[in-house]
């Protein structure tokens, strides 16, 4: 199964301070790139995603930038809060079937 | 967005039992999905349910553990067979299609099920 390499496994960020989600994908087919956010108990939740054709796609405090070239594709996380606390999964491929990456526990501190 | 409900929420279940977990959708889907996430893991596609026919399954996946139905647009069931702690796990019930978009993969809760 192609990989999504997701990074960092987990990561503290002060309130109001930018968090940045890191992935990249194997498989130049792949056409579409969601974010999902995770709180306990609950199940993966859409929060944006691009297409390939667009390098960069803002919806509010989230910014997903896209590298076709390289590969790679980020989440930016603007003015963070303590309410963004969560796991964050990219995910890479058809709508259906996609392949997720390994998750990234956030936690926004006060 | 659909609206997906699933039964039952949790369970703990003994090993060698089966069973059945259920998906509901408040509108008609093009496509529903199964994944599974296992403790402190990613998703994985366990297979996609296909109305009126044999669901198709991922490498790894094998009929007779995870039998699949999907008798209309909306509705869907997961059974996991013969279980064991391994099979612990939270899954899930997606779709693509109806009032999500087809482009838009949409999640419900899913069924937490303990194998012990």
């Known amino acids: 199964q192609q990989q999504v390499k997701q990074s960092p496994q987990s990561l503290i960020v002060q309130k109001g301070g930018i968090s940045i989600i890191n992935c990249a994908y194997e498989?130049?087919?792949?056409?579409?790139f969601p974010w999902y956010q995770q709180f306990p108990g609950k199940g993966p939740a859409l929060l944006i995603a691009i297409r390939p054709d667009v390098s960069e796609k803002k919806e509010g405090r989230f910014t997903i930038s896209f590298n076709k070239s390289a590969k790679q594709f980020s989440l930016h996380i603007m003015d963070s809060q303590p309410g963004d606390s969560a796991t964050y999964f990219c995910a890479a491929g058809p709508v259906n079937k996609l392949t997720f990456g390994t998750g990234t526990q956030l936690k926004v501190e006060l | 967005s659909a609206v997906i409900s699933q039964k039952p929420s949790r369970d703990i279940c003994q090993r060698g039992t089966s069973l059945t977990i259920q998906c509901q959708v408040d509108?008609?889907?093009?496509?529903m999905f199964w994944y599974r996430q296992q403790p402190g893991q990613s998703l994985t596609l366990i297979a996609t349910a296909n109305q009126g026919s044999e669901a198709t399954y991922e490498s790894g996946f094998v009929i007779d553990k995870f039998p699949i139905s999907r008798p209309n647009l909306t509705f869907s069931t997961l059974t996991v067979s013969n279980m064991s702690p391994e099979d612990s796990s939270i899954y899930l019930c997606s779709v693509a299609g109806g009032s999500s978009g087809a482009n838009v993969l949409t999640f419900g809760a899913g069924s937490r099920l303990t194998v012990l």
């Open positions: 498989n130049t087919a792949f056409d579409y």
């Open positions: 509108s008609q889907v093009t496509m």
